[in-house]
């Protein structure tokens, strides 16, 4: 005991500078984190929120690294070498980092070049999901049923963006061969379009595009609809209730289901 008060004794002014040090970093984390989240309140663009984030985890990387090294030269560690850079990157190779530098050049990367955006919806390595959060080192992103994957930045190397551009949704439906298919495709023509001012996320249509499959006891009728990115699932479920409505308002009936009962005599 008495040899530890004695090294705290002859260490104070470290302790002191050691602290004060920390104090600042995490004052410095703080203040960044709190203009960040104002920011992003008032600005509802996601490229704005994107660069937002990674400006506010670039500020917390440096903060940290700086703060280690001024921590090591108050406690008597030659830091020009690392401040000069030949010593930082030494370290870091050393280390066998490379796998980190090339994260964080990655994910520099993503965010200048604009592949995607904070809530985007992308598809990497086969996993699809909303994008909740770019780091300097990897991605996270969440699937439809709430499950998230973390991706290192440096292997995501093909991305599908489906946020990019308006999504089309398409709806294919069978009507039975009894029906007058021009009656039919007149009274789609002419309901169809009121979806429109029911779901504001549609950009162009409800359009019936009319028959595409003939069949020996039907015929399939495709409407397409062209929405928001992502938008389109919501649309196809009101667009297979509209006319599911509309066709019993109707009267239109579907394909007929037809029975074979084979009678075979020596069976008997």
Do not use: C
């Not at 602290?19 to 008032?42: E, H, P, S, Y």
């Not at 690294?65 to 560690?77: C, T």
């Not at 709430?146 to 946020?163: C, L, P, Q």
Request: aromatic residues 8%; positive net charge.
């Amino acid at each position: 005991m008495n040899e530890f008060v004695a090294w705290i004794d002859s260490h104070t002014k470290q302790l002191i500078i050691t602290g004060v040090i920390i104090l600042v970093a995490l004052f410095v984390v703080f203040l960044a984190n709190l203009i960040t989240r104002r920011f992003v309140k008032r600005h509802k663009r996601k490229r704005t929120i994107t660069v937002a984030r990674l400006l506010n985890n670039i500020i917390r990387f440096t903060v940290v690294i700086f703060g280690a090294i001024a921590i090591m030269g108050a406690w008597g560690v030659n830091v020009m070498p690392i401040l000069a850079g030949a010593g930082i990157v030494g370290i870091a190779l050393g280390l066998g980092a490379q796998t980190l530098i090339r994260d964080l050049l990655a994910g520099i990367s993503i965010v200048v070049e604009n592949a995607f955006d904070i809530d985007d919806v992308i598809e990497v390595n086969g996993f699809k999901g909303r994008v909740i959060e770019i780091g300097l080192r990897s991605t996270r992103i969440q699937g439809w049923r709430g499950d998230v994957k973390i991706i290192a930045n440096g292997d995501i190397t093909e991305v599908i963006n489906y946020s990019k551009n308006p999504s089309i949704g398409v709806v294919e439906f069978e009507i039975g061969q009894q029906e007058n298919l021009e009656r039919v495709l007149k009274i789609l023509e002419e309901r169809i379009g009121s979806l429109k001012d029911m779901y504001p996320q549609i950009i162009e249509g409800p359009t019936v595009v009319g028959i595409v499959k003939l069949g020996p006891q039907s015929a399939t009728i495709r409407i397409t609809a062209k929405t928001l990115p992502e938008e389109h699932y919501a649309v196809e479920r009101a667009i297979y209730k509209f006319t599911k409505n509309l066709f019993e308002e109707y009267g239109i009936k579907g394909p007929m289901q037809r029975m074979v009962i084979e009678n075979d005599a020596r069976k008997s």
